[in-house]
């Protein structure tokens, strides 16, 4: 048997991060049992269903790189074919029309209610001829459901589980204005996709139940179901807004890098041991259904933020400077000097350590990139007093004529003017890092100072110079 999953979003928002991970459980358990995953748009709700939904779906699967093997199934281009399987089970006599106005449906409701009854259907039209039916009316297409006896699933995550045929009505497959409902759409299309094995949401458990019962109707194959627990907040309550962001583009936005969203999403809810990093490569290997636990996972930002720290240190260096420029760009706007984006290969070993996200990333290579001259912040500007001043003053001067230009060299002649004028290092430091970067905090400064070069490096410093000096703080 050839393995075949799939993921079948609604298109009426963004890839919850619910759903990404229910996709990228799919996508592991397909590529791991060398089968195929395929991606269906459950798009029947036409007043909620839009193309900038279907295309965030599609950009948000991209991004974490999970891509499908054939064409995207759009599920309301098939209603013809949903409908042509409910005559089908009408012929076979497992359903039937039903005459019911919705008047007639209300006061069932409400007398098996009081008469603490389920409030379903009563099945009033499960034998009775057609041609009693009333004139004009427009009969809905029911489910023929077993009465007695229990539907029973072997869920491959939540074990057997049971429900008495008797909670479970004649379900309605067809509308009185012939569109099929939801319910009808799923078993159809997962058969004719082949599907083997339905891996969704703990959410969808009861729709398992009826959507059994629709297979057996048809005498279809019948697929493995694993229903998998839903994501928590860190408070034990279903993820949502207020726990933070909820869509996968959102944690691009913030910067977060696919590979490691994957591993962390992977993580949730599923284990391999005491392994807590992994790569994509392992994740296939070893992902099975067997892994998956009962109990709802929780949310933990600050992990995630971790293990996005660990992913960042381990990246490429040239393609983190690719993913930053945007950034770069949005954060210095004209003041961005685009000829200077090339220092960004050579500055990101000694950024990437310091930050945990691309968002951090840009943030602390802004200064490389700016147009002379750079903005300075308070902090900086104190450093920038008459001492401070002096000091840059003498530092320009030794500092101009060398040819030398590298960080060991830049040190050591710091350090011995520190020395002659018996001053530790850092009194040294702080005000090249201050004219330099516009900070108080930045990499080690005659790194940073290798890396801007020296023209780039006496022009900042000039710059400093030039300023209208921080006022005196004396009273």
Known sequence: MTVVTRFAPSPTGFLHIGGARTALFNWLFARHYG???????????????TREAVDAIFDGLRWLGLDWDEEPVFQFSRAARHAEVAREMIARGRAYP?????????????????????AGYDGRWRDRDPAEAPEGVAPVVRLKAPRDGETILQDLVQGEVTVANAQLDDMILLRADGTPTYMLSVVVDDHDMDI??????????????????????????????????????????????????LG?????????????????LTRLGWGHGDDEIFSTEQAVSWFDIGGVGRSPARFD?????????HYLREADDA???????????????ANLDEEALPRLRAAIPGLKARARTLAELAEN??????????????????????????LLSAIVAELAPRTGWTKDALEDAARAHAETKGLKLGKVAQPL??????????????????????????????DALDRKPAPDNAA
């Open 35 to 49: 089968g195929r995953f395929l991606l269906r748009i459950e798009d029947t709700d036409r007043a909620r269903s």
């Open 98 to 118: 039903c005459y019911c106005s919705p008047e007639e449906l209300t006061r069932m409701r409400e007398e098996a209610r009081r008469d603490g009854r389920p």
């Open 196 to 245: 083997t094995h339905i891996i969704r949401g703990d959410d969808h458990l009861t729709n398992a139940f009826r959507q059994t019962q629709i297979y057996r109707a048809m005498g279809w194959e019948i697929p493995h179901f694993a229903h998998i627990p839903l994501i928590h907040g860190p408070d034990g309550a279903k993820l949502s807004k207020r726990h933070g962001a």
């Open 248 to 264: 996968a583009e959102a944690y691009r936005d913030m910067g977060f890098l696919p590979e490691a969203l994957r591993n962390y």
């Open 301 to 309: 930002m600050a992990k995630l933020t971790s293990l996005n720290a």
């Open 319 to 333: 393609r983190l400077g690719e993913l930053i420029v945007p950034r770069l760009r949005a954060l210095a706007g």
């Open 365 to 390: 290579a802004l200064f490389y990139v700016l147009r002379r001259p750079i903005s300075l912040d308070d902090k900086a500007l104190q450093q920038l007093d008459a001492d401070g001043r002096a």
């Open 433 to 462: 890092r201050a004219a330099l970067t516009g900070s108080t905090t930045s990499p080690p400064i005659f790194e940073v100072m290798e890396i801007l070069g020296a023209d780039e490096t006496l022009g900042r410093l000039r």
